[in-house]
């Protein structure tokens, strides 16, 4: 089974993104026991952010499964810097787990990050 990719649009690159998503099991939204963020470049491989726990959760996830995520600017930095005109497209992964760790789920999601002569998206 292939995960679903959400896109998130565009961010110019050393800029910051807030994105938003809803963890949920069976339908009904809760806070994880731990929630991981990691950041790879498509293009090339490339890790831009290794697995992080986000710590403390209730910073990032209420009690009813709303996850808010602010990328920094370091996030959104571009790795292949000698393709300085071209975008490129970081994935992002959270991944939580819950009930004592014998549960787990992920989100993916695609964001464009275009170098500093272009626009993004809001």
């Known amino acids: 089974m292939v995960d679903p990719v959400v896109p998130l649009g565009r961010v110019v690159e050393g ?6 998503f809803e963890i949920a099991d069976n339908g009904v939204g809760f806070q994880p026991e731990e929630i991981y963020l990691s950041i790879w470049d498509i293009g090339s491989g490339t890790t831009v952010m290794a697995e992080t726990n986000l710590t403390p959760i209730a910073n990032y996830v209420t009690s009813v499964g ?4 602010r990328l920094t600017a370091a996030n959104n930095a571009l790795i292949n810097t000698f393709l300085t005109k071209v975008a490129e497209t970081h994935r992002i992964m959270c991944r939580w787990i819950w009930s004592s760790g014998t549960k787990s789920g992920k989100a993916l ?4 990050v275009d ?3 272009k626009t993004a998206d809001a």
């Open 66 to 69: 709303a996850t808010t995520i």
């Open 115 to 117: 170098p500093q002569t």
């Open 109 to 112: 999601f695609d964001l464009a």
């Open 15 to 20: 800029t910051t993104k807030t994105f938003t």
